[in-house]
T-cell receptor, first 115, second 112 residues
């Protein structure tokens, strides 16, 4: 049981390049999330998917797109990377139906640098 | 909107010292409250949670009590260890798609 996995672990891009961050979970969770973590700002939600086939914007969606490929996988795409997107990106999942007490399970993160 | 405010770090303590990390929140409705911990180079993991007023969450010697009257959820531990060195995040959830609102995190450094 691997939990939540993310690839790659590290990535360096040049301004304007595109890339996709991959996330997969093996816990049969319905809900999945993408966060970015920046110094002094905690974690901010980029996009989330409450269930397979649905996606919604979070707090900071500009410059990103997502795809909920199936129940297991939720990818985050940067179409034209900018230095402001330098950050650590975390994927998380949770069990739908636990209401307000649902725990989120996090992946190990992807450290992205945009030059 | 929802928000979480944590004390600024870093917090540096000697081993076996008492730990308090303050957390206060603003939320509509009746949130559930969480403390997550992030060890160096890892993702976040749930440390403890409380789902209603006066509930006490506890795990690994850490405790936090949901205080509705003061809108607080302070994290405490009676005797910290070097292995507790990490970043601690307070968070709340009001049930909308189980989305979490995080505080900015407090780094704890425990020395021998």
């Amino acid at each position: 049981n691997a939990g939540v996995t993310q690839t790659p672990k590290f990535q360096v891009l040049k301004t304007g390049q595109s890339m996709t961050l991959q996330c997969a979970q093996d816990m049969n969770h319905n809900s999945m999330y993408w966060y970015r973590q920046d110094p002094g700002m905690g974690l901010r939600l980029i996009y989330y998917s409450a269930s397979e086939g649905t996606t919604d914007k979070g707090e900071v969606p500009n410059g990103y797109n997502v795809s909920r490929l199936n129940k297991r996988e939720f990818s985050l795409r940067l179409e034209s990377a900018a230095p402001s997107q330098t950050s650590v990106y975390f994927c998380a999942s949770s069990e739908q139906g636990q209401g307000v007490w649902g725990e989120q399970f996090f992946g190990p993160g992807t450290r992205l640098t945009v030059l | 909107g929802n928000s979480v405010t944590q004390m600024e770090g870093p917090v540096t303590l000697s081993e076996e010292a008492f730990l308090t990390i303050n957390c206060t929140y603003t939320a509509t409705g009746y949130p559930s409250l969480f403390w997550y911990v992030q060890y160096p180079g890892e993702g976040l993991q749930l440390l403890l949670k409380a789902t209603k007023a006066d509930d006490k969450g506890s795990n690994k010697g850490f405790e936090a009590t949901y205080r509705k009257e003061t809108t607080s959820f302070h994290l405490e531990k009676g005797s910290v260890q070097v292995s507790d060195s990490a970043v601690y995040f307070c968070a709340l959830n009001t049930g909308t798609a189980s989305k979490l609102t995080f505080g900015t995190g407090t780094r704890l450094q425990v020395t021998l």
